[in-house]
C-alpha cells in the first residue's frame, strides 16, 4: 500500500524529504496537485534506479531516489518555491515505458509560505 509522508509548511528556499512505501518489483514516480490544477508529474524513477526523469519546472531541486532494502521511495525538495505548494502523491507501475500508473497512494501536503 503506498502511502507518502513527510509533507509540512515549510518557508521559500527550504527543504523538505518526502517518503513513501514502494515495492522494488515497481517503477515509482511523484506527482502533485494544486489547488484548482490537474495532478501533474514532478519525478520517476526506475526499480533499480538506473533511470530518472523529472518535469523541467523542478530539474536541479527535487531529487527522487529508492532504497529497495528498505522498500522506499524517496522526493528531496530543495530550494522550495511557494509554487511548490500542493498535495504530493507517489505511484508504481509495472512497465517503465507505460503512460499510465497503476497504482497510488494517498497524498501529503506541502506548504510553501513566502
Known amino acids: 500500500q503506498l502511502q507518502a509522508c513527510g509533507g509540512g509548511l515549510v518557508q521559500a528556499g527550504g527543504w523538505l524529504t518526502l517518503s513513501c512505501a514502494a515495492s522494488?518489483?515497481?517503477?515509482m514516480g511523484w506527482f502533485r496537485q494544486a489547488p484548482g490544477k490537474e495532478r501533474e508529474f514532478v519525478a520517476g524513477?526506475?526499480?533499480?534506479?538506473?533511470?530518472?526523469s523529472y518535469a523541467d519546472s523542478v530539474k536541479g531541486r527535487l531529487t527522487i531516489s529508492r532504497d529497495n532494502a528498505k522498500n522506499t521511495v524517496y522526493l528531496r525538495m530543495n530550494s522550495l518555491k511557494p509554487e511548490d505548494t500542493a498535495v504530493y502523491y507517489c505511484?508504481?507501475?509495472?512497465?517503465?515505458?507505460?503512460?499510465?500508473?497503476?497504482?497510488w497512494g494517498q497524498g501529503t501536503q506541502v506548504t510553501v509560505s513566502s
Open positions: 505511484a508504481a507501475k509495472a512497465v517503465w515505458y507505460q503512460t499510465g500508473y497503476d497504482y
Open positions: 522494488a518489483r515497481y517503477h
Open positions: 524513477i526506475s526499480w533499480s534506479s538506473d533511470t530518472t
